[in-house]
Structure formats: C-alpha cells, structure tokens
Nanobody, 120 residues
Framework: VQLQASGGGSEQPGGSLRLSCAASGSILSTDAMGWYRQYPGMQRELVAEVTGDGLTTYAHSVKGRFAISRDKAKNTVYLQMNSLKPEDTAVYYC???????????????WGQGTQVTVSS
C-alpha cells in the first residue's frame, strides 16, 4: 500500500491550501482516514479525521477553518485549510487505515509528510 500526499506549500496568513492523499495498492476498502501535523521537535498531533462511517473529528485549533473529506471510490482523503495562520506551519502527514486481502482488521499506513508554511 502506498500513500501519495500532495498540495502542501507556502501561503500567506488568511489564505487557503488543500491537501490530498491517495491510497493505492491491494486495498479492499478504507476505514478511518486522517491528517496529522508535526512541529519541529514535537510529536505528531491529530488535525482531523474521518471515520469509515463519515464521522469527523477536528483539533480544537482548526475547528471552523479546516474541513476533511474523503472519496471512497478513489481511496483519497482531502484537507481543505482556510484562514491559515502562521501557527499552522508544520509538516502534515496523512494516515489511512485500510482493509487488506490478507487481514480481517484494518491496517494503518502513513503518507510522506508535506510541508505547509504560512507566513507573510
């Protein structure tokens, strides 16, 4: 299973960016999909997650500004980031749990990080 993340970059405060993460490989279906971010020297923290049933969870710091969505047919998760703040600057990682042909329980995978920089 491979996760291909894209959409990071630099933006001014108040701007918007959209991250995408597509899972490929021998996947029967996807379970929970989410985005985490990591500041230098810190542990990864949850930004947003969407369950297999479509329930969403957001970190308090991004509620009302970020929106997570998924396309099950494309095994892809998106993160729309609006009203960006300098404190959103971090490396963002996608996390996907998938059902494999060889396992009866979902298995978790991480995508490569994508840098998001918010500055004027």
């Amino acid at each position: 299973v491979q996760l291909q993340a894209s959409g990071g970059g630099s933006e001014q405060p108040g701007g918007s960016l959209r991250l995408s993460c597509a899972a490929s490989g021998s996947i029967l279906s996807t379970d929970a999909m989410g985005w985490y971010r990591q500041y230098p020297g810190m542990q990864r923290e949850l930004v947003a997650e969407v369950t297999g049933d479509g329930l969403t969870t957001y970190a308090h710091s991004v509620k009302g500004r970020f929106a997570i969505s998924r396309d099950k047919a494309k095994n892809t998760v998106y993160l729309q980031m609006n009203s960006l703040k300098p404190e959103d600057t971090a490396v963002y990682y996608c996390s996907v749990r998938v059902y494999l042909p060889s396992s009866s329980i979902p298995v978790g995978f991480w995508g490569q990080g994508t840098q998001v920089t918010v500055s004027s």
